[in-house]
């Protein structure tokens, strides 16, 4: 392919020089060829001679392309014939705009054959080609009004299969028209692409000399007859008047005191803490003020009714003292009418159980077994698109239309090559040296020679490789400014052609790829700002690997297979290669996260596993008594924590085994989580049940003890358990299908730990007590001690209130009913949460990469990499279904932005956004199909569409069979000289096909060649684009247009791009009545990040309802049901302020450590809120009451025992267990810990429901004794 913008300054064909050259009109400076250059390049004789009258056939020649000149003219036929045939390189990047073609046209028709050549070429030297004189240099007199016409009517052209300006092919990218003269002007040297002598255009000539510079008059592309489209020409009157002026970035509202600034947000939640503040504080005074007075006036009353209150309080009823036989002191009329059932079932069933344990430890335990049966079909899903992206996701049904209508996204192997920078404040050196080229030569010859095993046969690159245009692979390298040839390095001209070529990619014929595409610097280079090529940092080699529907098939397991013999030679050859020369290499591959994603679900197995262990450790510990020297072999418990932790092991197995059964697949999610979170909960009740039991009592049977610990804690367990197992089964209705899998597993295992722990854990617990009375070993019940001293029998039997629980009585309970306590926290917990609130403003949703990837991984240096060099976002398709471009639609100039096309149009409205990329996150124009096409059928694109005399298609003249690549320069052929355009003007409807031309003709299109002499050609950049199938019935089914996002280097920066781009779809779609759509390859795994924060605060919604309703049924108290919703959802708003100020963004991780917190908050907080409920006084004696029973086995059995095992996953070697299970789990329990044993006490103390007084109605439903 020849340089367009090169071979087109081969139009300046001049003829003559004389001594005494005449300056006047009708006189030619130039006339006639006398000569070539060695490369070819013919050379104008220096003839000053009169203008010549040509014959009727060329001036009616010269008058079809060149309007303005008339009568006598300064160029013979050959010289107007080359005229023509090199023009017709340039037609096509312009013809879009009819006022910028006739500019472009006037320029070189005037320099070429007007009549008056004279007043504006001075030929200024001249050289001896065959002892004929040629002309080697002029000067070419143009007025500053007419480059400047000519420039503002180009400058905005585009050209669309490149997504770039015209200009950039025909004019090296030029700024202002002084640039572009200065292009066209230069002189070549032999074999380089070029103007073939000197030409330097200037202003005016001398005051003596008697010229007077060319000013033929130019069009504005907004001209009215020759006007351009809006994406061509967004000055037009007609184009400004109808674009709508951007939207400007919505920022947050945020309100200004002094030079301090806040959100609005912040400021509002802060004047309602301080109202709030204020009045509870006004409220509190005045409360006390009114006690103290009301105190001062009752006290000889009530001290009178203090021994009579106090008589009555040492006599209970006989009913009570029947049912309690000495238990600690509980109101059971307190409790509720279900409590009540669940209270004398538990009695019941404690009884019953401690009669026929290990009857019942079999049954459960063989049912859990036979679930776990199902493990035999465990499978584990690691494929993300099934992981995060819906079968009913709109992204994924985009992407299976755009897949199998066009074509799948290539897969990408990418190298990254890159200097190292000496310090912190300096610039990292440039790449571009001859040692860096040539060791990226001897990278890619390693590349190149790579083969892969597959089935016993061997692959290599170029089976597998992109192949756009041929048998040349479309790999994206710089080498491709030498073809990919290392002999070409020194011959083309070294660092300095890659330097020259960054200037004209698109226009040498040195500078195109072996693909024979151009190669754009910025997909090659990295590391460099703005267009300072030559400042890259970085190499970027990109080889693109052809893809199949859905990842499946032979070929995407070849590649596969290819892509881990890349990684494994990036590892093992390239990166010591480039450590040698000082330089940094990060790679990757399509199938890289994929396997390291494999890699990490084993990372940190050794650590959960600690993890576990040392849970274990606490367990058998807490469970156990006090030690003693002398028996703590007997009342330890770690045989029953053991079995204990075995049971939650097998609730989780249980789960995994149905679901599995059923065909549903475990995620690693899973795998990590589930274990954690159902020991955690199952811990809690093990700690309970057995503090309860150790509660009693030691007189009492151990039947009865078992009775009373079950009536004491069931209910409470089974509220939390049931709670927590609805708020894990709302998780169902999430979309995301690893989040939803999640919360069906997880639902499913914290019910069978519960089923496990009332049944299978209050058996062993029987056979522990019992093994503890008889004075077996722990761990080795088999062995009785014969020891039988007074002490150790106090070791066994005796009851006493451990430190914690006297801790909690003595100091704890104490200082929490003190008043200016109870306001501090009050204000200080409230303070908290609204400080939540406007942290969890600032969380931004995504999952960034690095994290999810192991710390040793490959990964973590290319993703860093990537945001540090990479210059362009991905592609960007917007996809049209059912494009009807029938005669009788008007779709398509809807959708084109050309002459003609409306100025809303598609194409119009994608460069207009284009135009403000930090808004739509569009970086250019769109490449369009359509735009290309029209133009390759118009009449003025004269090499494009051609026919033979037969009818069929007819290739420009520098194709086979016009010419062959081995023929050297080409001209018009004998096999070729009657083709004829497609179509004269009078063919067309307004420069539009009609549906039998576009059906015809577009086959013809997208299987055309690019050329220098027609570039339109659709076959490689467009080849995919077009959906055939049917299109005979004048509707096409898909078609897309490509443009690129702006850089996208943060997760936020991929979310708002597709939020952006959908809406601009959105847009388009209703005012065009269209179905357009936009895709790019990782909307897919995007799409959950847009909502996000609407699934999160649903599903936590319905999960808090979820909690409340449990509540309610089980309590049948509104007041206390409301009190634990509004501790949880404090516990929930400040684990999202947590996240805010740790930077935790929202994912599908976070969502599911959200929904789990709810459950586990529930247990910080049901166990206190029931115990008060039963207890006896007033608000503050049953809030000591609460936290003297039950405080002690909150923070031992939950808090304490979360802590430990969360605390170990903080030496993960994973980041995503550090960020979302170490920081995120340490957070909840620390908060709930403190909403649980802290605030919550002090707000029942305050608000907490009063007593039920229920002494008649109820009394059935009070747990009585046989």
Same mark, same amino acid.
């Given at each position: 392919m020849r340089i367009v913008s090169s071979i087109l300054l081969l139009l300046i064909l001049f003829v003559g020089y004389g001594v005494e050259a005449k300056q006047s009109a009708g006189y030619c400076a130039m006339y006639d060829i006398c000569g070539a250059r060695s490369d070819g390049k013919v050379l104008n004789?220096?003839?000053?001679?009169?203008?010549?009258?040509?014959?009727?056939?060329?001036?009616?020649?010269?008058?079809?392309?060149?309007?303005?000149?008339?009568?006598?003219?300064?160029? !013979?036929?050959? +010289?107007?014939?080359?005229?023509?045939?090199?023009?017709?390189?340039?037609?096509?990047?312009?013809?879009?705009?009819?006022?910028? #073609?006739?500019?472009?046209?006037?320029?070189f028709c005037e320099l070429t054959c007007s009549p008056d050549q004279s007043l504006f070429i001075n030929v200024t030297s001249t050289t001896k080609v065959k002892n004929n004189s040629t002309v080697d240099g002029i000067q070419y007199y143009i007025t500053d009004d007419f480059g400047a016409g000519m420039y503002e009517s180009c400058k905005n052209v585009k050209f669309g299969s490149s997504n770039s300006r015209a200009l950039d092919f025909l004019g090296a990218g030029a700024k202002n028209f002084k640039e572009w003269f200065a292009f066209i002007g230069q002189k070549a040297g032999v074999n380089v692409p070029g103007s073939p002598y000197g030409i330097a255009f200037l202003p005016t000539p001398p005051v003596s000399s008697g010229m007077r510079p060319m000013n033929v008059s130019t069009y504005s592309c907004g001209d009215e007859s020759l006007g351009c489209s809006c994406g061509d020409c967004p000055s037009a009157a007609t184009c400004s008047s109808k674009a709508e002026v951007p939207t400007q970035k919505k920022h947050s509202c945020s309100i200004k005191i002094g030079s301090l600034e806040a959100k609005c947000v912040d400021f509002i939640l802060a004047?309602?803490?301080?109202?709030?503040?204020?009045?509870?504080?006004?409220?509190?005074?005045?409360? @006390?003020? @009114? %006690?103290?007075?009301?105190?001062?006036?009752?006290r000889p009353s009530s001290e009178a009714g203090g021994e009579q209150n106090s008589a009555n309080l040492q006599k209970p009823d006989t009913i009570h003292a029947q049912?309690?036989? $000495?238990?600690?002191? @509980?109101?059971?009329?307190?409790?509720? !009418?279900?409590?009540?059932?669940?209270?004398?079932? &538990?009695?019941? &069933?404690?009884?019953?159980?401690?009669?026929?344990?290990?009857?019942?430890?079999?049954?459960?335990?063989?049912?859990? #077994?036979?679930?776990?049966?199902? #493990?035999?079909?465990?499978?584990?899903?690691? @494929?993300?698109?099934?992981?995060?992206?819906?079968?009913?996701?709109? =992204?994924?049904?985009?992407?299976?239309?755009?897949?199998?209508?066009? =074509?799948?996204?290539?897969?990408?192997?990418?190298? *990254? *090559?890159?200097?190292? +920078?000496?310090?912190?404040?300096?610039?990292?050196?440039?790449?571009? !040296?001859?040692? $860096?080229?040539?060791?990226?030569?001897?990278?890619?010859?390693?590349?190149? %020679?790579?083969?892969?095993?597959?089935?016993? /046969?061997?692959? /290599?690159?170029?089976d597998i490789c992109m192949k756009p245009l041929g048998e040349d692979c479309a790999t994206q390298s710089v080498l491709q400014y030498f073809k990919m040839k290392p002999e070409n390095y020194d011959d083309f001209g070294g660092v300095d052609h890659v330097k020259y070529c960054f200037e004209h990619f698109t226009s040498t014929d040195s500078c195109l790829s072996a693909f024979k595409g151009p190669l754009d610097p910025t997909t090659a280079l990295g590391g460099f700002s703005g267009n300072s090529f030559s400042e890259a940092s970085a190499f970027l080699v990109t080889y693109p690997v052809d893809n199949a529907v859905d990842n499946k098939g032979n070929k995407t397991e070849k590649a596969v297979a290819w892509e881990k013999a890349f990684i494994q030679l990036a590892k093992d050859e390239l990166l010591p290669m480039v450590k040698a020369k000082n330089l940094t290499l990060s790679f990757s591959s399509e199938s890289s996260i994929e396997e390291e994603l494999k890699r990490e679900s084993t990372a940190d197995v050794i650590t959960i596993a600690i993890?576990? #262990?040392?849970?274990?450790? &606490? *367990?058998?510990? !807490?469970?156990?008594? /006090?030690?003693?020297?002398?028996?703590?072999?007997?009342?330890?418990?770690?045989?029953?924590?053991?079995?204990?932790?075995?049971?939650?092991?097998?609730?989780?197995?249980?789960?995994?085994?149905?679901?599995?059964?059923?065909?549903?697949?475990?995620?690693?999610?899973?795998?990590?989580?589930?274990?954690?979170?159902?020991?955690?909960?199952?811990?809690?009740?093990?700690?309970?049940?057995?503090?309860?039991?150790?509660?009693?009592? +030691?007189?009492?049977?151990?039947?009865?003890?078992?009775? $009373?610990?079950?009536?004491?804690?069931?209910?409470?367990?089974?509220?939390?358990?049931? =709670?927590?197992?609805?708020?894990? =089964?709302?998780g169902a209705f999430i979309k995301m299908p690893a989040v939803r899998v999640f919360s069906m597993f997880a639902a499913l295992a914290v019910l069978l730990d519960f089923l496990l722990q009332i049944t299978a854990f209050v058996a062993l617990i029987v056979f522990d007590f019992q093994r503890t009375e008889d004075k077996r070993v722990d761990c080795f019940p088999c062995i009785k001690t014969s020891k039988s001293s007074n002490s150790a029998d106090k070791g066994v039997g005796q009851r006493k209130a451990g430190l914690l629980t006297r801790y909690m009585k003595e100091v704890h309970a104490p200082v929490l009913s003190h008043w200016a306590v109870k306001i501090l926290v009050i204000a200080f917990f409230f303070g908290l949460a609204m400080a939540g609130i406007a942290l969890s403003t600032r969380i931004e949703p995504g999952l960034e990469q690095q994290i999810v990837l192991p710390q040793d991984s490959y990964l973590q240096g290319y993703f860093n990499n990537i945001s540090t060099y990479l210059r362009i976002g991905p592609p960007l398709y917007f996809v049209l279904k059912n494009y009807n471009y029938s005669s009788e639609s008007r779709q398509t100039n809807q959708l084109c932005s050309i002459n003609k096309c409306d100025s809303n149009s598609l194409l119009n409205e994608i460069a207009r956004a284009s135009l403000t990329p930090e808004l739509s996150y569009i970086a250019k124009p769109a490449a369009s199909w359509l735009d290309d096409f029209l133009v390759w059928l118009s009449p003025e694109a004269f090499g494009c569409c051609r026919k033979f005399t037969n009818g069929t298609f007819c290739p420009p003249d520098d194709q086979p069979p016009c010419c062959f690549p081995d023929q050297g320069s080409c001209g018009l052929s004998e096999v070729c000289k009657d083709c004829t355009t497609c179509f004269r003007h009078a063919d067309l409807s307004s420069d539009r096909p009609s549906t039998t031309q576009f059906k015809e003709k577009l086959p013809w299109f997208l299987n055309a060649l690019p050329s220098a002499d027609c570039a339109k050609g659709g076959h490689g950049a467009y080849s995919s684009s077009v959906d055939l199938q049917g299109y005979e019935n004048g509707i096409i089914q898909a078609s897309s247009f490509r443009t690129y996002h702006t850089p996208l280097n943060k997760q936020a920066d991929f979310v708002n791009s597709m939020r952006a781009a959908q809406e601009f779809s959105a847009k388009v779609s209703r005012s065009l009545k269209m179905e357009i759509y936009p895709y790019s390859v990782f909307y897919m795994f995007f799409e959950q990040y847009l909502d996000i924060w609407k699934t999160a605060l649903i599903n936590l919604s319905i999960a808090i309802a979820a909690v409340f309703v449990v509540c309610l049924i089980i309590t049948c108290s509104f007041w206390s049901s409301a009190i634990i919703l509004l501790v949880i959802a404090m516990i929930i708003i400040d684990l999202l302020g947590v996240m805010a100020v740790f930077h935790i963004q929202l994912n599908a991780l976070s969502v599911v450590n959200l929904i789990m917190s709810v459950g586990i908050a529930v247990e910080f907080c049901v166990h206190i809120t029931h115990a008060f409920s039963i207890s006896t006084g007033d608000r503050n004696h049953r809030m000591k009451e609460a936290l003297g029973g039950m405080g002690a086995s909150v923070f031992s059995g939950i808090t304490l025992t979360k802590l430990v095992g969360v605390i170990v996953l903080g030496f993960s070697r994973s980041e995503v267990f550090v960020v979302y299970y170490f920081k995120m789990y340490l957070a909840l329990v620390l908060l709930g810990f403190l909403h649980g044993l802290v605030f919550l006490p002090v707000f029942l103390s305050m608000f907490g429901p009063s007593p039920r007084h229920v002494e008649g109605e109820r009394q059935d439903h009070r747990p009585s004794l046989p």
């Open positions: 004789c220096p003839f000053n001679i009169p203008a010549v009258k040509p014959d009727d056939l060329l001036s009616s020649k010269i008058q079809s392309l060149c309007p303005t000149i008339t009568g006598n003219v300064c160029c !013979t036929e050959t +010289q107007f014939d080359t005229l023509r045939s090199q023009v017709q390189q340039a037609i096509p990047f312009i013809v879009g705009c009819p006022a910028c #073609l006739r500019n472009f046209l006037n320029l004047i309602v803490y301080i109202v709030l503040v204020s009045l509870f504080l006004g409220g509190g005074l005045l409360h @006390r003020v @009114r %006690g103290k007075k009301k105190t001062s006036q009752m049912m309690l036989q $000495n238990t600690p002191q @509980r109101n059971w009329g307190q409790l509720s !009418t279900v409590q009540g059932h669940l209270a004398n079932f &538990y009695r019941k &069933y404690g009884i019953w159980v401690a009669r026929h344990p290990t009857l019942v430890l079999c049954l459960s335990v063989s049912v859990v #077994l036979l679930l776990c049966v199902g #493990l035999i079909r465990f499978k584990v899903e690691t @494929r993300p698109d099934k992981l995060w992206v819906g079968s009913g996701s709109r =992204a994924a049904q985009e992407k299976q239309f755009f897949d199998t209508h066009l =074509a799948p996204f290539y897969r990408i192997e990418q190298l *990254i *090559i890159a200097t190292v +920078q000496k310090s912190s404040h300096e610039k990292a050196p440039e790449i571009l !040296t001859d040692d $860096n080229i040539k060791l990226l030569f001897d990278i890619q010859k390693k590349v190149d %020679g790579l083969r892969a095993n597959h089935s016993g /046969s061997m692959v /290599s690159l170029t993890s576990y #262990l040392v849970m274990f450790a &606490y *367990i058998s510990l !807490t469970l156990g008594d /006090s030690p003693r020297l002398n028996s703590f072999y007997i009342t330890s418990k770690v045989l029953l924590g053991l079995s204990g932790v075995l049971l939650v092991m097998l609730s989780v197995l249980g789960s995994v085994g149905f679901f599995s059964a059923v065909g549903m697949k475990s995620t690693l999610i899973i795998m990590e989580v589930i274990p954690f979170l159902v020991l955690a909960v199952g811990v809690d009740n093990m700690c309970i049940l057995v503090h309860a039991v150790k509660r009693q009592e +030691q007189e009492l049977p151990l039947e009865r003890r078992i009775s $009373n610990a079950l009536m004491e804690v069931g209910p409470s367990i089974t509220l939390a358990s049931l =709670a927590e197992i609805l708020a894990f =089964a709302v």
